[in-house]
C-alpha cells in the first residue's frame, strides 16, 4: 500500500523558512516523480515543484522559482521541500504526490500538513 506521509508544517513569522518532509513506503521510490501542490483557503490546489525521484531533475512553475527549493534523499525514501521569505499568501496546506511518470494522471496522495506564515 502506498504511504505518503507529511511533516514539517507549522507556524512561521513572514521572511521565516520550513522545511517539509515527505516519507514514502509501499513502493519504489526510485522508479516515479513527486510533486508537492498547497491549497490555500478558499483556493484551489497550485502546483510548487516537481521532481524526477531517479536523476533528481526539478521543475517549477515561475511563480515558485527562487524561494522553494525540492529535493529527495533516496537512502531515506524521503522527499523534501524548503521553503524561504516565507510570505502570508503560502499560508496553505501543503500536499506531497506521486505518480509513475509526468505521464501519468493516477497520483497518491498525503495527508497535507498545514503551513501558516503570520506575525
Known amino acids: 500500500e502506498v504511504q505518503l506521509v507529511e511533516s514539517g508544517g507549522g507556524l512561521v513569522q513572514p521572511g521565516g523558512s520550513l522545511r517539509l518532509s515527505c516519507v514514502a513506503s509501499?513502493?519504489?521510490?526510485?522508479?516515479?516523480?513527486m510533486i508537492w501542490v498547497r491549497r490555500a483557503p478558499a483556493k484551489g490546489l497550485e502546483w510548487v515543484s516537481g521532481?524526477?525521484?531517479?536523476?533528481?531533475?526539478?521543475y517549477y512553475p515561475a511563480s515558485m522559482k527562487g524561494r522553494f527549493t525540492i529535493s529527495r534523499d533516496n537512502a531515506k525514501n524521503t522527499l523534501y521541500l524548503e521553503m524561504n521569505s516565507l510570505k502570508s499568501e503560502d499560508t496553505a496546506v501543503y500536499y506531497c504526490?506521486?505518480?509513475?511518470?509526468?505521464?501519468?494522471?493516477?497520483?497518491?496522495w498525503g495527508q497535507g500538513t498545514q503551513v501558516t506564515v503570520a506575525s
Open positions: 509501499g513502493f519504489t521510490f526510485d522508479n516515479n516523480i
Open positions: 521532481i524526477t525521484i531517479k536523476n533528481g531533475n526539478t
Open positions: 504526490g506521486k505518480a509513475r511518470a509526468w505521464s501519468e494522471n493516477d497520483y497518491s
